[in-house]
């Protein structure tokens, strides 16, 4: 499942302008399918990520869960390789821009004062310069409240879920996360977890839950095609509930596509996902300075089909030459999840995985898909 939500996140973060914006129209059919692909059926990663990383973070239970061996864990494997892949792109943007180039395809860092700059750096109240690591901020912040999450999700189930449903949907602030759909993708993991919930039983289900699910996106992808950019607030409602919904319709499709020869191969692909989720941001930005110097505005659909397509070819080949040549150093980059036997069954016979989203578990604790 992580290979295939880190590819559709791929196509969410292709750049655009407002000449090439979809919701201009210019392209027809081919605009709806990247407002189809890029602002609907991609946009569950993010909560459905979260929930692999609450599930998998309380599998053995409330009692046995050990906060401080947890909060080292992930200053390992999630925290350092935020802080390195974040501040590099930070550095590399300061370099380039200071020697006049990156202006209008990035935030201006160089003239930037010393807050919007921590915040470029740490993601402290917006964005960080890397912007899809904007999840490990608001994971790492669900780890540091999620002993209070799991005594209030053991005890209260309902209540809690409901009031992050209505955090996550409704229209009101933020707070303290950059997306509101990771804490309650987090908090349902969690409960799954906690109340042992045979998350399995919706496997003979599979197809008609990922049927349901895909209407719902092409849907939402028509009313945001006919709407956007600027969304109604009901609109905006509409997309958070199906981005939630597709927690249960990515889990379903993963059952479907976990019976193939290839996606078994996904399942197996140690840290790559990892790789692909914190380089490929600026991949894209670098070949849409590249684009937008050699070629018409009117061929941009060339540019939005062929760049993900090109940029993982290049991050697949990039995450084997680092995992080969320098280990050590691919290691901390992917918060040591490679190298690790992905191989073992569960009783299922299907292919046990870890979660890169919340570190590396022994065999017995791995999740499957």
């Known amino acids: 499942?992580?290979?295939?939500?880190?590819?559709?996140?791929?196509?969410?973060?292709?750049?655009?302008?407002?000449?090439?914006?979809?919701?201009?129209?210019?392209?027809?059919?081919?605009?709806?399918?990247?407002?189809?692909?890029?602002?609907?059926?991609?946009?569950?990663?993010?909560p459905c990520l979260s929930a692999i990383s609450g599930y998998l973070m309380f599998?053995?239970?409330?009692?046995?869960?050990?906060?401080?061996?947890?909060?080292?864990?992930?200053?390992?494997?999630?925290?350092?390789?935020?802080?390195?892949?974040?501040?590099?792109?930070?550095?590399?943007?300061?370099?380039?821009?200071?020697s006049g180039i990156g202006f209008g395809y990035l935030p201006d860092a160089i003239n930037a004062d010393p807050r919007e700059l921590a915040t470029l750096a740490f993601a402290i109240d917006g964005l960080p310069i890397n912007v899809p690591l904007y999840f490990l901020r608001d994971l790492l912040l669900c780890i540091v409240l999620a002993p209070v999450l799991g005594i209030l999700i053991k005890r209260y189930p309902l209540t809690i879920l409901t009031i992050f449903f209505a955090y996550a949907v409704l229209p009101i602030p933020n707070g303290i996360f950059l997306k509101k759909s990771i804490l309650f993708g987090f908090s349902c993991g969690i409960y799954a977890s906690l109340h042992q919930v045979n998350i399995r039983a919706l496997d003979r289900h599979a197809a008609a839950i990922s049927?349901?699910?895909?209407?719902?996106?092409?849907?939402l992808a028509t009313a945001l095609?006919?709407?956007g950019p600027d969304y109604p607030v009901w609109i905006d409602m509409l997309r958070s509930l199906t981005a939630i919904c597709g927690i249960a319709g990515s889990w379903a499709i993963s059952a479907i596509l976990i019976r193939s020869r290839l996606g078994e191969r996904l399942s197996q692909s140690e840290g790559l996902s990892f790789w692909i989720f914190c380089a490929h941001y600026p991949l894209l930005i670098a070949f849409w300075m590249v684009w937008n110097r050699a070629a018409h505005p009117g061929l941009y659909p060339l540019f939005y089909f062929s760049t993900p397509v090109l940029a993982l070819l290049i991050l697949v080949a990039s995450h084997n030459a680092a995992k080969r040549l320098t280990p050590k150093l691919h290691a901390v980059l992917t918060g040591s999840r490679a190298g690790r036997s992905a191989t073992k069954r569960m009783p299922e016979n299907r292919p046990s995985q870890e979660?890169?989203?919340?570190?590396?578990?022994?065999?017995?604790?791995?999740?499957?898909?």
Request: glycine share 8%; net charge positive; proline share 5%.
């Open 1 to 46: 499942m992580r290979i295939v939500l880190i590819s559709g996140i791929v196509f969410v973060h292709v750049p655009f302008d407002p000449q090439t914006s979809p919701f201009l129209g210019a392209n027809g059919f081919i605009d709806w399918v990247r407002v189809f692909l890029g602002d609907s059926l991609f946009r569950v990663g993010v």
């Open 59 to 98: 599998r053995r239970g409330l009692d046995a869960f050990d906060y401080g061996k947890t909060i080292r864990s992930k200053a390992r494997t999630v925290l350092l390789p935020f802080l390195i892949w974040n501040l590099s792109f930070l550095a590399l943007v300061l370099l380039v821009q200071k």
């Open 211 to 219: 049927t349901l699910f895909l209407a719902a996106a092409v849907m």
């Open 225 to 227: 095609y006919w709407t």
């Open 355 to 369: 979660s890169w989203a919340t570190g590396p578990y022994s065999p017995k604790e791995k999740a499957t898909r």
